[in-house]
């Protein structure tokens, strides 16, 4: 049987947690952001947006906060490493299969320490409405997706996705990554972003293949003859948060979208407000009827991080022409020839 001296002990762990639950939110709540000359609040600088908390939520997590100490938030991680190995192997199970080269080597990873921390509480999803924590797909979504994907890659007869570098996927030609930037959702490493702030202009640049999203401020949507590669991306301020609004994706966007499943319908809303000297609150939602029953959100903190890096990948990727190279061997011994 637990003593008298436990429970009390318990009581004022307890006691504590929420008192200083209370007050982290309290000040989130009565922060006052910095303000640029121009009269907006000044969110500038490189943020980093790395958290182990997934997207949605796992199936053994009840709330989507938890009131627990560091030690316990470290203790409900799965073993790091176990997660890079899986991400080394990229799914696959290498050991045993000799065809497989691997990934890079987990050294270069970076995928965060900490589960994500607001208002005082361990973050069980990234997902914050459905309250299930879980993205709100429709039962016919995957079909959805698969059509929208067979418009994007359109070969003639006997045409093959390796035949040229054309046919390979984005993430293969270095011009978009294997992450997301819109919304911005944690990924193996560089998950950083920097935000510069002009009178008529915000530009969002994410470290992950250098994209630069500029978002033009207090204007409308253009109805151009084409879809930026991006999105068209608008803003404005509201109060303290700067309110982005992304439509009009490029329909290649859809078959590199990851957790998001963008299709080109989609509407994507952020919102970026100071809620501490060291935090910006990232909230998004994401809106689209072809996709998902109702629209859904997401919710993280970005922290002030070392600095931005230079992703070195561009469309002369070294791996594409091994690629390439590796097709035309395979249809030689197809072929039965040298």
Not at 196 to 225: K, N, T, W
Request: aromatic fraction near 10%; charge should be negative.
């Amino acid at each position: 049987m637990r003593s008298r001296k436990h429970f009390t002990s318990l009581t004022i762990q307890g006691f504590l947690l929420a008192t200083l639950s209370s007050l982290v939110a309290a000040q989130g709540a009565d922060y006052s952001p910095p303000q640029l000359s121009i009269g907006v609040p000044d969110l500038q600088g490189v943020w980093s947006y790395e958290t182990r908390t997934g997207l949605q939520r796992p199936s053994h997590y009840a709330e989507l906060g938890l009131e627990i100490d560091e030690a316990q938030m470290l203790n409900t991680l799965e073993p790091t490493d176990e997660i890079l190995d899986d991400y080394q192997n990229f799914g696959t199970n290498r050991r045993n299969d000799d065809a497989n080269v691997g990934g890079y080597d987990p050294i270069y990873f970076s995928i965060g320490d900490s589960l994500a921390f607001v208002n005082g509480k361990y973050r069980t999803s990234i997902i914050v409405d459905p309250p299930n924590g879980r993205i709100p797909f429709k039962e016919q979504a995957s079909t959805t997706r698969r059509q929208l994907a067979s418009t994007v890659y359109e070969f003639p007869a006997g045409v093959g996705r390796s035949d040229g570098p054309e046919g390979r996927a984005l993430s293969d030609r270095c011009l978009k990554a294997f992450s997301s930037s819109t919304p911005f959702l944690s990924s193996v490493y560089n998950n950083n972003m920097q935000i510069v702030q002009s009178p008529g202009h915000v530009v969002l640049v994410v470290e992950m293949v250098h994209d630069a999203r500029i978002v033009r401020i207090d204007q409308e949507h253009r109805d151009l003859p084409f879809n930026k590669w991006l999105g068209d991306s608008i803003g404005y301020y509201e109060g303290d948060t700067l309110v982005v609004v992304t439509k009009n994706f490029n329909r290649w966007e859809i078959v590199n979208g990851f957790g998001t499943s963008p299709s080109v319908n989609t509407i994507v809303t952020e919102r970026f407000r100071r809620t501490a000297d060291d935090e910006i609150l990232y909230t998004f939602t994401i809106d689209d009827p072809d996709l998902y029953s109702q629209p859904w959100t997401g919710e993280m903190p970005m922290r002030p991080s070392d600095g931005m890096y230079e992703y070195s990948c561009h469309e002369g990727n070294h791996a594409l022409p091994g690629i390439l190279a590796g097709a035309r061997r395979l249809e030689k011994d197809a072929q039965g020839t040298e």
